[in-house]
C-alpha cells in the first residue's frame, strides 16, 4: 500500500486526495500572510517559546468554551503526539482500553505499543457507532480508558448530546479516563464535548488538519485538567515547542475561523451529495451513513464482491483519484468498503463521480 503512497505524492498535484480525510478546499489569505511573516522575519532560527506561542492556547480555549482555569492546553505535532503522550503516559501492561472497529487504528496500534490490551467493539452494523450498552458490558476491572471518536472515523456517524452523556456517565461510574478525540468537531452540525459531563477525566485531543486544511503542517493540541496534565507532561517529547511557522498558520486559522469554517462544511456537505447519488446508481454499492457529519464516510461494495484495495489502485492509478481501502480501518470489516473524504473543491468531487462507476464496473467483470 506504501507504494500507492508514492505514486501519489509523486504526482502531487494531479490527485485528487479524498484518501486521508484532509482538506484542500483554500481557507483565508490571513493564514498565507502569517505564514510568509514567520518565514521572511526568520523567527524559525529560534526554539520556539516552549508553551506556545503568545495567544495560541488561549484560542484554543476559546474555540473549546473551555476555562484556563480548569484545563491545561499542550501544543503538539497533531492531534496523533497528543494522542501518542496520553497512551504512554497512562497505560501499561494490565490495562485495557475500550474503542470501535472500525477505527482510527494507529490510536489502536499506541495503545498495544502501551503493553495494554485494546477492546474493538464492532460497530459496522445499525446504529454504525458505539452504543451505551456495548460500552457498559465491555468494562471489566482493568478497563482504563474509553477512546471517543466523535464524529467518528472513518463511517461518518456522531454522537448525540445524550450519548455523550451516558458513555461520560460510565465513565465516571468506573473511573475511566474518556479520550474526546475531536478531530473532525468543525464537521458536525451538534458536537457535545465530554467534559459538560464528565470533566474530571475528560482528555481532548484537538486537531488543526482537517478543518483548516493543516494536515502537513502538524500542529495539534492535548488539553487535559491541571492534575493529569501533571502525568503527562513527563511524556511529552516537543519540550523544545512545536514548529513556530505552523502556530502562526494555526493562530491565524483560529482568529479567522468565522470567515471560513461555513464554506469549508457547506462544500463538503454539497460534495456528499453528489457522492450519494454516485453511489446510489451503483448497484451492490451503498453509504451506511448519510448524511455524514464529518468529511468522510465509507462506500460499502461487498455485494460487488470487488476487493477494495483494488478499487483503491485502479482509481489512484487510471483516474489520479485516491481513496482508501477498508482494511487500513478495520481487520474485521475493511474487506467490505472503501473510505473517501470530501472537503476537496467541487469539481475535483465531480471527477470522483464521474470515474467511481466506470473502475466498479470494470471490476466487476
Ligand atoms: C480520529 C483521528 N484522530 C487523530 C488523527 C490525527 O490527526 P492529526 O493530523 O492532527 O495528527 C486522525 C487523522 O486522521 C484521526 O482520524
Known amino acids: 500500500m506504501s507504494s500507492n503512497f508514492d505514486y501519489a505524492h509523486k504526482h502531487r498535484d494531479e490527485i485528487v486526495w479524498m484518501s486521508q480525510n484532509t482538506n484542500t478546499i483554500p481557507i483565508s489569505p490571513e493564514i498565507e500572510k502569517a505564514i510568509m511573516e514567520s518565514v521572511k522575519s526568520r523567527e524559525y532560527n529560534l526554539y520556539p517559546f516552549a508553551p506556545g506561542i503568545f495567544g495560541l492556547k488561549e484560542a484554543i480555549f ?199 469554517v461555513d464554506n469549508v462544511v457547506s462544500i463538503s456537505r454539497k460534495n456528499q451529495e453528489h457522492i450519494k447519488n454516485c453511489v446510489e446508481a451503483i448497484e451492490g454499492a451503498f453509504l451506511p451513513v448519510f448524511p455524514s457529519h464529518t468529511n468522510m464516510f465509507v462506500i460499502d461494495i461487498s455485494e460487488t464482491e470487488i476487493n477494495p484495495d483494488t478499487v483503491e489502485e485502479r482509481m489512484l492509478y487510471d483516474h489520479h483519484v485516491f481513496v482508501r481501502g477498508g482494511n487500513y480501518l478495520s481487520k474485521r470489516f475493511g474487506n467490505r468498503f472503501v473510505r473517501t473524504s470530501f472537503s476537496i473543491p467541487e469539481k475535483q468531487c465531480l471527477k470522483f463521480c464521474e470515474v467511481f462507476p466506470k473502475v466498479i464496473h470494470e471490476q466487476r467483470k
Open 62 to 260: 476559546k474555540d473549546l468554551g473551555l476555562s484556563e482555569d480548569e484545563f491545561d492546553c499542550l501544543i503538539t505535532p497533531g492531534g496523533i503526539e497528543a494522542l501518542y503522550i496520553l497512551n504512554r503516559a497512562l497505560l501499561s501492561k494490565e490495562d485495557n482500553v475500550i474503542a470501535s472497529d472500525p477505527s482510527f487504528m494507529p490510536i489502536h496500534h499506541q495503545v498495544r505499543l502501551s503493553g495494554a490490551e485494546i477492546k474493538e467493539l464492532p460497530v459496522y452494523h445499525e446504529p454504525w457507532k458505539l452504543t451505551e450498552e456495548q460500552v457498559k458490558e465491555a468494562v471489566d476491572s482493568q478497563t482504563k480508558m474509553f477512546l471517543l471518536i466523535d464524529p467518528l472515523n472513518p463511517l461518518g456517524t456522531h454522537y448525540s448530546r445524550d450519548e455523550v452523556k451516558a458513555f461520560s456517565e460510565v465513565c465516571e461510574d468506573h473511573d475511566l479516563f474518556l479520550i474526546d478525540d475531536i478531530t473532525y468537531r468543525d464537521f458536525s452540525e451538534s458536537h457535545t464535548l465530554t467534559n459538560e459531563f464528565f470533566s474530571e477525566k475528560t482528555i481532548i485531543t484537538y486537531s488543526f488538519s482537517k478543518n483548516c486544511g493543516f494536515a502537513g503542517m502538524r500542529i495539534g493540541a492535548l488539553i487535559a485538567p491541571k492534575d493529569i496534565m501533571k502525568e503527562l507532561l513527563p511524556y511529552n517529547t516537543n519540550v523544545l515547542s512545536v514548529n513556530i511557522i505552523a502556530q502562526r498558520a494555526a493562530l491565524a486559522a483560529l482568529h479567522t475561523k468565522n470567515q471560513w
